[in-house]
């Protein structure tokens, strides 16, 4: 494939990512639903998944809270989820080249079924822009394990390139030295048994010094191609490690990708790219059980005419119904996932011949099981595991495990385009004369029934998903925030509905932009679930605050300020007699800000915990670095 098709393929990807994200082009912050984007973030112990509540976004808010003083912190939300789109696209595209000889057409057919999906589209909308990262990594993953399991392709490709250099430098030589010779003897012929006699040895010796040289580079290009190919494994683990599920997808693909013999190997790897969440599940509150409430709240949901079943093949089924475009609330859901499924179906054949039926499996896999976890007998099994099983709250959200056949479906996206064409030919033998035209002619279709079932994907989601601006007083209130205690903050509850942010139910972006830590419950009200969340201490102080205890009290639990959020709905109880004994610092129309005098010091972590999970994150983040520059290195050593 020739520099300038990849070029195009890298623009078109970079064309829909802008279609899609294209409202958060302007200033302001991604604030909707799970997402919360601030102009700077701390590093709180909740930032390092050592708070009361489930290392959930680690190290997702680790990162953000030790850049974000150099950088806005909006900005790096919105660089990241634009490069992870990007990605997504970019890698499907190189995936459908490299698994399936797909020329251009083909890999833009591939390249759109990966970006312009009821995934993406719902993921976005409920704000799991980081969960989005972690997709993108999965046909990096899998190109990578692919390389590693068949490292003689890589090999084959240097010892051809430097028997193709040697080659050329001989023929040069030959042409040099027969000039010479020909300028010495005034005939190009040397003198009987002399001339000849000297240029068959010294081609002799160059034949046996340029073969040795020749397998010395060889061997150099088969580590540098392995060297590369691990670190571009590693790379592309961290990079999907930026969140618990993200890491958990790249294992699947890339363990069962690489093959028995470098599993372990692999697995290690993946194993310390999962430090940060590892460590905090281990030390903080990650380790105790979930609320089995949460297994049917989160657990997949059917849309118009489709099962569960269908919805999940699809590609679609979030849990939170209000997280979802408007053409999947109507029969088009139907007729987009016919459509959708049509196309993967016709590519299913081509795509097993060539071998690649781990990655089919998988997809049929991430389909089945959480169809299966939305039964009864499905949720009987998923509430007794995160009860019984450290961490398994991660599994609550069984829907987003679909991102499992994304790579799978967009190798048979790609495939079917010249399934089609070869079904084509048996009626029109004409189309030999034009298969670049005619498999471009498909390409061309099949982009437009991927899209158009789904127009509201574009611009920001149908608008939903668009920057927003924080009051003034958000800032005076963090510059007011000057000695040690944790924050509590009112109305109850985890999520506001702010004038300034829109209709849709956002998280409190408190615990983002306070430099204290901010008490939550951790209780959500998912479909008329109560789910209730890890933070013990912080549902103490809450039921304190409605019920108007004393600022001694809440000292007494290691709270120094009340923040009082006054444009968002919810209950506030009693605790106007709680403030009343408290000391007011800051007010304007949308915050309030209270100190409580002498709290007791109630840390969540001691030093030698912080020590260790900076300590895990020091090595996510040298993993993801170190391995990007040597993949980098190794791809291209000049």
Known sequence: MTASARLWVAAYCALLTAVIVGPLAGSGYLLLRDAVSTPRSYLTDSALGLGAAAPR???????????????????????????????????????????????????????????????????????????????????????????????????????????????????????????????ETGTGRGSPGSVSEVDSARASGTSIVGRAWSGVQARRSRAGARIGAWAALVAAFAAAGLTPTGSLLAAVIGLAMIGWRKMLPAGVLWVLTCAPWLTATALGAGAEPSDPEGVSAFAARAEPWLGTLGSLAGLGGIWNAEAVPGSRTTPVAFVATMLLLGIVALGVRAVWARGHRALLVIAVVAVVVPALGATSGGIAVGEWLVVHVPGAGLLRDSQKYVALAMPAYVLCAAAACTTV???????????????????SAVATLFIGLLI?????????????MRPVHYPAGWEEVVEHIDAPGDVAVLPAGMFRRFPYSGTAPVLDPAPRILPDDVLQTGELRVRGYAVAGEGNRARTVETALLEGA???????????????????PGPLGASQSTLTTTQLTYQDPDLALYRVPNPTPTDTATPTQRRISATAHLLWATLLLGALLTATLCRNPN
């Not at 990578?144 to 392709?153: D, S, W």
């Not at 064409?421 to 498999?439: E, Q, Y």
């Not at 600022?551 to 120094?560: E, H, I, R, S």
């Open 452 to 464: 158009l079932p789904l127009p509201d994907l574009a611009w920001g989601v149908g608008g939903e």
């Open 57 to 183: 976004a680690v190290p997702q808010d680790a990162l953000l809270a030790v850049l974000s003083p150099v950088v806005d912190g909006g900005i790096l939300v919105k660089a990241i989820l634009i490069v992870s789109l990007w990605s997504a696209g970019y890698g499907a595209a190189v995936l459908a080249r490299r698994f399936v000889s797909a020329t251009t057409g083909p890999q833009l057919v591939a390249a759109t079924l990966a970006l312009w999906n009821p995934f993406v589209a719902e993921r976005l909308l409920q704000g799991h822009w980081s969960l989005l990262a972690g997709y993108a990594a999965l046909p990096w993953v899998a190109l990578a394990a692919m390389r590693l399991r068949e490292p003689e392709v890589d090999s084959s490709v240097g010892i051809r390139s430097y028997e193709r250099s040697h080659t050329e430098a001989s023929l040069a030589r030959a042409a040099g030295s027969g000039t010479d010779s020909t300028a």
């Open 550 to 568: 004393p600022a001694t009290d809440l000292a007494a639990l290691g709270v120094g300020w009340i923040l009082i959020e006054r444009t968002t």
């Open 421 to 439: 064409l070869t079904f084509a030919r048996r009626f029109a033998p004409t189309i030999h004369d034009g298969v670049r035209t005619g498999t």
